[in-house]
């Protein structure tokens, strides 16, 4: 019944001019770690994070796809501003897969954490990352950063951060003291992606606590960096007793190709897209 509403939803804002070009009939499929859905390629990588997401023009992906990452997505954990825990990749299982949902998860350790990855893709584009950072031992973290590298080219539109949405500043930034929510779209005519970080302290208990947060210290910034448009979230000064963790969940929404015929409007596909995430549980 909940799959029947979100399909019903989605169609609806379809519609409206607000969602992607997603079908009833579209469906999810998976050879090795690479996911196929309604023109696009998306890599897993082993660690848990998309690894790349290649968009194609053809139905049979016989062109050469576009890429939208120039790194995958990744962590860094300093110990001190020059030190970096380095973490090995596990065990990576694809725990389901039917026609409209793809589920996996993943760990990756060293001596000082454990990241474990909970992972799941919708036919209608959106990517559900449960994500846990636990402490093996005492430990304390001088930075973390969450980096989303973009393909310069493909990051040329901004919504969302408070943001006139249309082509994206030279450098847009954002902290926990903000009203504003942590989520935005990132993209170009034919390809991007949503991101929004759940930075809500009702994720918390006496054990977990939300890395986005961590006593607002946590902090957003967007701009070109070396070869890459990053997204770059960074908190500091974290200090975890053994078997304490870290959540760090977000969503993340895949921009599909839209019918060319429509007026290409960020602002709408943002609005679409915070529409879509809100009535996905």
């Not at 519609?15 to 579209?26: D, E, K, M, R, S």
């Not at 408070?162 to 500043?169: M, S």
């Amino acid at each position: 019944m909940n799959k029947l509403i979100l399909t019903l939803f989605t169609l609806f804002i379809t519609a409206l001019g607000y969602g992607q070009n997603i079908t009833a009939v579209n469906q999810l499929s998976i050879k090795d770690h690479t996911v196929t859905l309604n023109g696009l390629d998306v890599e897993i990588n082993s660690d848990g994070f998309l690894k790349q997401i290649h968009t194609f023009h053809s139905q049979d992906h016989t062109d050469e796809g576009q890429p939208l990452f120039y790194e995958p997505i990744h962590f860094h954990y300093y110990t001190t501003p020059k030190t970096q825990i380095k973490l090995n990749p596990l065990n990576f299982n694809l725990t389901s897969s039917v026609k409209d949902s793809i589920t996996w998860n993943a760990v990756s350790s060293s001596e000082d954490l454990k990241q474990e990855i909970y992972g799941e893709i919708l036919a209608n584009g959106l990517v559900k990352y449960k994500i846990r950072v636990t402490a093996l031992k005492d430990v304390r973290l001088a930075s973390i950063n969450f980096h989303i590298p973009f393909e310069k080219p493909t990051a040329k539109y901004l919504a969302g951060l408070n943001q006139r949405a249309g082509l994206r500043p030279d450098t847009v930034k954002w902290n926990n003291h903000d009203k504003t929510a942590p989520v935005v779209w990132i993209g170009d005519e034919k390809q991007g992606l949503y991101v929004s970080l759940i930075n809500k302290k009702d994720f918390e208990n006496a054990n977990t606590k939300n890395g986005w947060i961590n006593e607002g210290k946590g902090k957003l910034q967007i701009n070109i960096k070396g070869s890459s448009m990053l997204f770059d979230f960074n908190t500091e000064n974290i200090d975890l007793k053994e078997g304490e963790e870290l959540s760090f969940d977000c969503n993340l929404i895949l921009s599909q190709e839209e019918n060319s015929k429509k007026v290409f409007n960020p602002g709408k596909k943002f609005k679409g897209y915070r529409k879509l995430e809100k009535s996905t549980k």
